[in-house]
């Protein structure tokens, strides 16, 4: 029995090496087999966020140093939702993780003007200046592209009408659909399975450190864009490409077959 069991625990690493490639990877450059969808986060990783700071940052009294914790605070909150079987959609949460912060720091504001501060600009958002070509050259390379986001299906038809970028994508989904955030492993699931797809054939680009972590997790490949005061979650799965831009990103992918 003991011979038995020392057999089995020194074939393990084997076994674990194994699992980790991917089976359809290309083996010269180590990096998986072209997706068949390219999925997309939407806010920071395609839309510039800079005009919704300066007006969160100006409801909070000129405090910009408190817009990472009303991000993170809107964050958490989300997954609140998600675990406690819940759900608002992520603007209601924004307002509501706005007036937590506000009410920690014992700055005045209310919840039309909370609103006011994150509605009224993140519809009009305009894109980072890679994202139209580098959406129309994927395009022209045969990718299928999909917006992945936990804004509501309103909210993102309307930031897409207004940024120009309606025609780029075949389909728009929501976690506003499953009432999940991501996150969640079971969004990245149901996103996949809505297209067709096996997870390994899906491709998740985004600027968020934990996007790319939950997409890793849940088996897709996973393209992380290095906005301005971005950076990865040292402890998840490395994304398969780690990229400046859009554009960039372009030149490493091959033309779909």
Known sequence: M????????????????????????????????APKVIFFDVNETLLDLTAMRSSVGEALGGRNELLPLWFSTMLHHSLVDSTTQRFHTFGEIGVASLLMVSEIEGIS????????????????????????????????????????TNSS??????????????????HRLSVEDINLYKPDLRTY?????????KPEDAMLVAAHGW??????QAGWQAAFIARPGKVLYPLAIAPDYNVNDLNELVDMLPKQQ
Do not use: C
């Open 189 to 197: 699931a149901w996103a996949a399975e809505k297209m067709g797809i």
């Open 2 to 33: 003991k011979r038995f069991i020392t057999a089995v625990l020194l074939t393990l690493p084997l076994f674990s090496s194994y699992a980790q490639q991917p089976a359809d990877s290309n083996m010269e450059t180590g990096k998986p087999s």
């Open 211 to 216: 996007d790319i972590a939950g997409a890793k």
């Open 109 to 148: 504001l209310t919840q039309e003007q909370a609103k006011t501060a994150i509605v009224t600009p993140l519809r009009s958002l305009p894109p980072h200046p890679d994202v139209r070509s580098g959406l129309q050259a994927l395009k022209d390379k045969g990718y299928t592209l999909v917006s992945l």
């Open 153 to 170: 299906n309103k909210g993102v038809y309307t930031q897409f009408k207004n940024a120009d970028l309606l025609d780029f994508f075949e």
